[in-house]
Structure formats: C-alpha cells, structure tokens
C-alpha cells in the first residue's frame, strides 16, 4: 500500500542548513508535498514539486526529488528559530481521490 | 489570496452537546475537505466534498455529520461525541474537483475538547 516515511526529529543550530528527508512507495504520484505547522496552528503549504522534475528551488527553500529511489528531500538554507514546527511530506495518492498520505511529520528544533 | 478560515478557533463540548464547526473559502475552489488531527500525529482525512457532493467519506461514525451548503462553505455537526473525538479538526480546499494533482490549502484548524 501506499506508505510515506519521514525520520521524527532534526536539531540544527541557528544559521546553519537544514535538512529534511522523506521517502514514499507510490511510483504514481504526480505531485509530493511539504507542509510546516507551527505549535497549535493548521497546515501551511510550503512547496511542492512535480514528479517529473528533479528539483525546486524557492528562495531558502530548496526540494530534492529522487524518483528511481523515491527519494524527497527538504532542505531549508539559514535556519531560523521561527523554522521550528514540525515538517510534513505529503503525496497525492494514485486513483484521483483527492486524498494524501502523509509522512508522521519530522519535528524541527531550531537551537539559538 | 490563499486563504481557508474556520471558526470557532477553539470549542469545548460535553458529550451530549450539539455544535458545529465552520470552515470557509473564498478562492473558488471547488474540493473541500475535512481533516482529524491528533497531537504530534498527522492529519487523517475524514470526508472529501466534490462540486458541493460528498464525494468520500472515510468511513467516519454517524456522529460527524458533514454538510456543504455551497461552493465557499463547509460544516461539520458534532452530535453525542466522546473524548476520544477531542483533537484538531482541520478544513482544507482545492481549486477543481478531487484530484490527486491539486494542492490542498489548509485552515488554522478548530481545537476541539470533548469532555
């Protein structure tokens, strides 16, 4: 079945990079997600990227996408502590039903 | 303007209560969704409105009751629920009908407690 994994928790110290990996098993999946949710608030849509692309870079944010081994990959350049929330990969599952499947979430914690 | 809104922010509810939660959008989308989130886990889909049609519904109890009165509003009835239910309710929107290619934008969320 369709399965997404994401490793629970990354500590970077303020100013340095960060990264945040994920990998899903559903070679279908036209676009992959990444979501940030600070503490008590809803989902905020970071990026995306298509699954034809091998890359995508928006201003700190820069996502790596390996396909051959489902690869996904996050990372924020100049980490600061307003970064700290906790991080969601997210691919739209096969059948057009609308529904994604979520990694558990990668907390990050943003040390000064 | 990429904006979902949901009111209230916080509800509290004893278990024979009735209420309902609110989620509005104005950005013309027409897929809307309702999502359960519980603490430090992600969100679980729990009913998707297509062209104002429930479209899936993920086999969620008669307690949730969802309702799409048009195209930019979305409620959810809560009638007799446990505190088991007590978790963040999360709405979410997309621009055509239910698609797996279409970016879904999430609210702030509702705060619920069932006591």
């Known amino acids: 079945g369709e399965d997404v994994e994401q490793s629970l928790f990354l500590s970077v110290r303020e100013g340095d990079s960060s990264v945040i990996n994920c990998t899903y098993t559903?070679?279908?999946?036209?676009?992959l997600y990444w979501y940030k949710q600070e503490p008590g608030a809803g989902l905020q849509l970071l990026t995306y990227?298509?699954?034809?692309?091998d890359m995508k870079q928006d201003q700190r944010l820069t996502v790596l996408l390996n396909k051959k081994d489902k690869h996904l990959s996050l990372r924020i350049a100049d980490t600061q502590t307003g970064d700290s929330a906790i991080y969601f990969c997210?691919?739209?599952?096969?059948?057009?039903?609308?529904?994604?499947?979520f990694g558990q979430g990668t907390t990050l914690q943003v040390k000064p | 303007d990429t904006e979902v809104t949901q009111t209230p922010k916080h509800l509290v509810m004893g278990m024979t209560n009735k209420k309902s939660l609110k989620c509005e959008q104005h950005?013309?989308?027409?897929?809307m969704y309702w999502y359960k989130q519980k603490a430090k886990k992600p969100p679980e889909l729990m009913f998707v409105?297509?062209?104002?049609?429930?479209?899936i519904n993920e086999s969620v109890p008669s307690r949730f009751s969802p309702e799409c009165p048009n195209s930019s509003l979305l409620n959810l009835h809560l009638h007799a629920l446990q505190p088991e239910d007590s978790a963040l309710y999360l709405c979410?929107?997309?621009?055509?009908?239910?698609?797996?290619?279409?970016?879904?934008?999430f609210g702030p969320g509702t705060r619920l407690t069932v006591l």
């Open positions: 979410a929107s997309s621009k055509n009908r239910v698609s797996s290619t279409d970016t879904q934008y």
């Open positions: 559903d070679s279908s999946s036209t676009y």
């Open positions: 990227i298509f699954s034809n692309m």
């Open positions: 997210a691919e739209g599952s096969s059948g057009n039903t609308g529904k994604l499947i």
């Open positions: 950005m013309g989308h027409r897929a």
């Open positions: 409105y297509s062209y104002e049609k429930l479209s």
